[in-house]
């Protein structure tokens, strides 16, 4: 109960306060959503991803594990959606929001809070967390990115659409200034951790007003049930099969069994809303997955003290 009272006030809650906010806003001034969303895809977004690249520093000894992890983790996960996907049904457009939702994982500010909670007296476990928000972020802006693209366009479309996307940019600038320890001025730096500082609240309150507009009883269906079951049970099911086989233990294993337990990423329906793909499905499941996910979590939480001492 101490866990889940910790997970619930001190992560969720907060992320619904917001949420809260963008329904109220959105009810009073009627915001053009579109134009939030262009707002934070061509600014807030790729400005947070560049500074979260650009600032983190990486344990070599730990990355290795990590990414052979990761790797394994999502191309399940990848296969996984696929399958369900086409079980289910799904038309193309319905199709690429499904398998973001099981795919791209809250790991930035669900994640890292959860993480810093549990890990208290072990930064490793924090630092593994950081890792896995940098192969969150480029799963995102990649695979996630063509998924919502090759829905409405396909050959070269995709590739200029990619392209022209400035996350794609902030990422490859941050990595290159992280490797070549590159400082960024003063004047500029102000400007960018000020946009980088409102990312998350602009976002979740644009999702909020997104939500504003869809009854609450529409997203007890088929596909938002189903996305939550893969993401938040056969997710960390999958994730446990792979650190048996890796044979990580302890802390690593750890910090990887929780971190494959957070619930689907709020950038997911911000892309969808962007490309004006089944934004409204995206925007349920980021909420339906992140308040079910107090419980989850949890539990996920507890079994990883029991199997990696």
Request: hydrophobic content about 55%.
């Amino acid at each position: 109960m101490n866990y889940l009272s910790m997970i619930f006030f001190q992560i969720v809650a907060p992320i619904l306060v917001l949420l809260l906010f963008g329904v109220l806003l959105q009810k009073k001034f009627q915001f053009n959503l579109k134009a939030m969303s262009q707002l934070i895809t061509y600014c807030f977004m790729p400005v947070a991803v560049f500074l979260n690249i650009y600032e983190t520093t990486i344990q070599m000894a730990v990355l290795g594990q990590v990414a052979i992890f990761i790797t394994l983790f999502i191309g399940s996960q990848m296969l996984i959606s696929h399958y369900i996907a086409k079980i289910l049904g799904l038309n193309r457009l319905e199709s690429a929001v499904f398998k973001n939702s099981v795919v791209l994982i809250n790991s930035g500010n669900y994640g890292i809070p959860v993480a810093q909670m549990v890990f208290a007296t072990q930064p490793i476990g924090v630092a593994i967390q950081v890792i896995l928000v940098i192969f969150q972020n480029m799963t995102t802006y990649t695979y996630g990115l063509y998924n919502l693209i090759s829905a409405t366009k396909s050959g070269m479309e995709i590739v200029k659409d990619f392209l022209k996307m400035p996350i794609v940019h902030g990422l490859i600038l941050g990595v290159i200034l992280n490797v070549l320890q590159v400082e960024i001025p003063q004047t500029i730096r102000i400007p960018l951790d000020h946009i980088s500082d409102g990312f998350i609240a602009i976002a979740l309150i644009t999702l909020g007003a997104q939500l504003s507009q869809i009854e609450i009883k529409t997203m007890l269906n088929k596909t938002i049930l189903v996305s939550c079951f893969t993401r938040l049970v056969v997710g960390p099911l999958a994730a446990l099969a792979i650190i048996y086989l890796l044979g990580i233990d302890g802390i690593v294993a750890q910090s990887l069994f929780i971190a494959s337990a957070f619930p689907t990423s709020r950038n997911s329906s911000s892309l969808a809303l962007e490309y004006d793909v089944d934004s409204n499905t995206a925007a349920q499941t980021v909420l339906f997955s992140t308040i079910v996910s107090c419980i989850t979590v949890t539990v996920v939480i507890y079994f990883s003290t029991i199997l990696f001492v």
